[in-house]
Structures are given as C-alpha cells and as structure tokens.
C-alpha cells in the first residue's frame, strides 16, 4: 500500500518563496505527481517526478529524492491567484493507480 | 470537447436510490480513472481502464459500486442503494497512457440525503 503525507495547511506572503513538503512510504513506485485545486474545482496537473532531481516549469519547480521517499513543490513569485490545495500522489509500481495525499490548503496573504 | 466532461454535475438522491454518474473522456485517451473526493479530504481511487485490459477494481468501497466503459471511450459509474456516506465529489480523469499528466473533469456532486 501507500502511506502519503503532507502538511494540512500553509500560509505565505504575495511575491514569496514556499515550499510544500511530501513525504511517502509505498510498496512500489513508479513517479510522484504534483496537482493543483482550486476550492470547488477540479485538479489540475502541475509535475511529474520519477527520477531524483529537480524539474522546473517557469514558477513551479518539483524536486524528488526516491531514497528518502520524499518530494517537494517550490512555488516562486507567490501570487495571489496561487491560493489553493496542492495534491502530492504516487503512482505505484504498475503504473495503474494514483494514490493522494490528504492535499496542503495554502492560503496567500498580501 | 477539448476536456473531460461529466454528467450531471450535481446529483441529490434519497437513501436508497441508485445513481448513474457519467463520464465522456477526451478523445484518443486510453486511461480512464475514477476518484472521490469527500469534503476536505484528498483524492480516493475507485476504479481505472486502460484500453480492452479487464479494469483495475481495487478502489471501489463495497459492491454497491460498479462502473463500465463502452467502446473504450465513455464511463458510467453506478452506486446503487445509495448511503449517506457515499455523499462526495466523484471526478474523472483521463489520460494518454499511464506514464503523463491526468486530465480532470469538472466532478459530479453527489448529495444523499
């Protein structure tokens, strides 16, 4: 199975640095996803991982260590249109499932 | 269309009653998933397709749940004798294949009262 964490809430100022934690325990792996929701919306993808390093799409950059079961979104530039839930999942082994994190509510104050 | 859609957007049933939610994936896409979202909480895989392979059951909650995908393109996901606690969002997704990004459709409501 897999175990996904990643902290319930965050909350930073327009035009800084934040950094969204996810750690996970699984029994395969095969990538990490990273979406974004915006409250009462659908998820929409942002990044992909499956081998360790960094990828980085203009403001967003997603990094991944496969050894410590660990991943983080780097969100640059913070605006105010960046508050929203961020969703970590790993996909396992077969390549079938997405399994979700609880989601990190960031809140952006001006 | 250009993205996933699904029908009907808002669903209110009684106890009891079976519901057939709907699900028109974007054309070409081989992967189908359907996941639940309950208010506030993350996303839980029910069930996914990958072109004529048998489905990948293993996240539907009991066996009032079922779904099928005719032609490889649209989905019905059906709950019957519906329970409270299947009250929730049930998105869709779709993708290529299993190695890119899921496109989401907009969810279906599901209040049951």
Same mark, same amino acid.
């Given at each position: 199975g897999q175990n996904i964490d990643q902290p319930t809430e965050m909350t930073a100022t327009e035009g800084a640095i934040v950094q969204i934690n996810c750690t996970y325990q699984t !029994?395969? #792996?095969?990538?990490? #996803?990273?979406y974004q929701q915006h409250a009462g919306e659908a998820p929409t993808f942002l !990044? /992909?991982?499956?081998l360790d390093g960094l990828e980085e799409k203009g403001r967003f950059s997603s990094f991944l260590s496969r050894s410590k079961g660990y991943s983080y979104l780097l969100l640059k530039e913070l605006q105010m249109k960046d508050s $929203? !839930? /961020?969703?970590? $999942?790993?996909?396992?082994? $077969?390549?079938?499932?997405?399994? #979700?994190g609880g989601g990190t509510r960031l809140m952006v104050k001006p | 269309g250009a993205g996933v859609s699904q029908s009907p957007?808002?669903?209110?049933?009684?106890?009891? *009653?079976?519901?057939?939610? &709907?699900?028109?994936?974007i054309s070409g896409h081989t992967a189908l998933y359907w996941y639940r979202q309950s208010l506030g909480q993350?996303?839980?895989?029910?069930?996914?397709?990958?072109?004529? %392979? =048998?489905?990948?059951?293993?996240?539907? @909650?009991?066996? &009032?749940? +079922? =779904?099928? &995908?005719?032609?490889?393109?649209? +989905?019905?996901?059906?709950i019957q004798r519906?329970?409270?606690e299947d %009250? =929730?969002?049930?998105?869709? =997704?779709?993708? *290529?294949?299993?190695?890119?990004?899921?496109?989401?459709? @907009?969810g279906t409501r599901l209040t049951v009262l």
């Open positions: !029994s395969g #792996f095969n990538g990490l #996803f990273w !990044s /992909y991982n499956v $929203a !839930s /961020y969703l970590c $999942a790993v996909r396992d082994h $077969a390549g079938n499932m997405l399994t #979700f | 957007s808002n669903k209110v049933t009684e106890k009891g *009653k079976d519901v057939e939610l &709907r699900c028109d994936p993350g996303l839980e895989f029910l069930i996914y397709f990958q072109g004529n %392979s =048998a489905p990948d059951k293993s996240g539907l @909650p009991s066996d &009032r749940f +079922s =779904a099928e &995908r005719t032609g490889g393109s649209v +989905s019905t996901l059906t519906t329970q409270q %009250s =929730a969002v049930y998105l869709c =997704a779709s993708s *290529k294949g299993t190695s890119v990004g899921k496109v989401f459709g @907009p």
